[in-house]
């Protein structure tokens, strides 16, 4: 018994040595629920039955994912060399509790890790040699993938100019449309290059034709409480919310123009947008009412639109996001996946060719697409016909063509932690502005953008206090 109460204290004092910076953000209380959660999640991942030997072990979190991949990993056993492999679906929490878990504590965790972007960043928190993944980088040149593969979809698993992951998509953004209504309209979609342009040719849908001194519809679903739609625009813009050495840089003037400009869809005398949520059974029969004309729309949310609103079928089609400036990017991303080694994985050699053999396969890229609609990244794999396939949910459009189309325009992203802790800061901003908007609705576009500038400065400034608890996020050695 005293041997199970010290080990929850032993793991959190090798934490403290491992990650000084990142403890701390932590209270003294912080520090002892610190200790009893790591402690307990090691005990939960290492307490279990031992696995047979040579028996490969794999975590996701994603069970479409796990489907696909199985028949793969039983022709990988079935081989004289292979091994089997033991795949396991966790839930996001549960797989990020485990990882964080093992990798902080030197316990060994699964020898393969399909982590979502939001997981995989917590790795990135401390300094190089603390990162828990394998570096693959070397890996990645010597085989050629650093060229195989759509550059822009290395950036969320690029820590300190290492990559450590082996991406499993590129998930470019285009805007989705009721075709049914803006056809109906006469409206020609080709004559949108902007979002000024998106606001100006589409606003003869919004008329009021029951009279009740309200828009029937409005153009596009957007909120304040939509932070993944908000940081793909800011993506699409250009700035994000930090460089490409993954220095904070929130405050910028592009950053201002589009916090202000959406600002200006939700409130205001400007207003195109509504509050019609994702994955949200109301918001799915907003949609079919056709209360809003267009929505964000990554390559995966297609199929979880076909999956929960099959009444849409031919009434939909897509086309590149519009652009903030005449010339600027058609597309952005929203989401992504890697697959990992662990430092701790035993004959990484061996795991990395059954990643590569999983990952990089033309059988899974095709699985991806036509089980998830989810365009691959590697290059090789393109022009496979099947992204050529009219698609009769998107009014026979040839949908993965499309995507792949703009898929060399996706935007980078940082692997940082603090993004989300970034994204939440700048969704205050616009909250800000909104409020302004509704109190003063004739306040000019400049003071706008001001306006919009010194709630990124409070934005930035808050993230930097707290990344400056951080001796490594700072740059410096400890």
Request: charged share 25%; glycine share 8%; proline share 8%.
């Amino acid at each position: 018994m005293a041997q199970d109460r010290e080990q929850p204290i032993a793991v959190a004092r090798a934490f403290a040595l491992r990650w000084p910076g990142w403890l701390a953000w932590l209270s003294p209380g912080g520090w002892v629920i610190a200790a009893i959660a790591v402690g307990t999640t090691v005990v939960v991942v290492g307490g279990g039955s031992a696995r047979p030997s040579g028996e490969v072990r794999m975590w996701t979190f994603a069970p479409p994912h796990a489907r696909m991949y199985e028949p793969l990993l039983e022709q990988w056993a079935s081989e004289p060399d292979g091994r089997r492999v033991d795949l396991e679906v966790l839930s996001l929490p549960a797989l990020e509790r485990r990882m964080l878990g093992g990798f902080l504590s030197g316990v060994p965790v699964a020898d393969l890790i399909e982590a979502e972007r939001r997981v995989a960043s917590r790795a990135f928190a401390g300094p190089l040699d603390a990162v828990g993944f394998l570096d693959l980088t070397d890996r990645l040149r010597e085989d050629g993938l650093l060229d195989a593969i759509n550059p822009a979809s290395f950036s969320p698993w690029t820590f300190r100019g290492r990559i450590f992951g082996l991406p499993h998509d590129v998930h470019p953004v285009m805007l989705c449309y009721r075709a049914d209504l803006v056809e109906a309209a006469g409206i020609d979609v080709s004559t949108i290059e902007t979002w000024d342009d998106f606001a100006r040719v589409m606003r003869p849908l919004m008329a009021d034709g029951d009279g009740d001194g309200e828009p029937d519809r409005y153009l596009i679903a957007f909120w304040t409480t939509f932070p993944d739609q908000l940081e793909a625009l800011i993506l699409q813009a250009g700035d994000g919310f930090f460089d490409e050495e993954d220095h904070l840089r929130i405050a910028t003037p592009t950053n201002a123009r589009v916090v202000a400009s959406l600002a200006g869809w939700i409130a205001g005398p400007g207003r195109i947008a509504a509050d019609v949520p994702e994955f949200n059974a109301a918001g799915n029969k907003q949609k079919i009412d056709g209360y809003v004309v267009a929505a964000i729309m990554p390559d995966w949310l297609s199929n979880i639109w076909r999956q929960q609103m099959p009444e849409l079928a031919g009434k939909l089609k897509l086309m590149p996001l519009p652009a903030w400036e005449p010339g600027g990017r058609r597309t952005s991303v929203w989401g992504g996946t890697m697959l990992g080694i662990p430092r701790t994985a035993e004959d990484p050699d061996r795991l990395w060719e059954l990643a590569k053999r999983l990952y990089l396969s033309p059988e899974l890229s095709r699985a991806l697409y036509e089980e998830g609609d989810i365009v691959t990244p590697v290059k090789a794999n393109w022009s496979d016909p099947i992204y050529d396939r009219p698609d009769p949910y998107f009014s026979g459009q040839a949908k993965g063509r499309m995507y792949l189309d703009l898929a060399p325009q996706v935007p980078r992203r940082t692997s940082s932690p603090f993004n989300t802790m970034a994204m939440q800061r700048v969704q205050d901003a616009l909250v800000g502005l909104v409020e302004l908007l509704r109190d003063r609705p004739g306040t000019d576009r400049a003071t706008l953008e001001s306006r919009a500038m010194d709630l990124l400065r409070v934005a930035e400034a808050d993230v930097r206090s707290r990344m400056d608890r951080n001796v490594f996020a700072r740059g410096e050695t400890p």
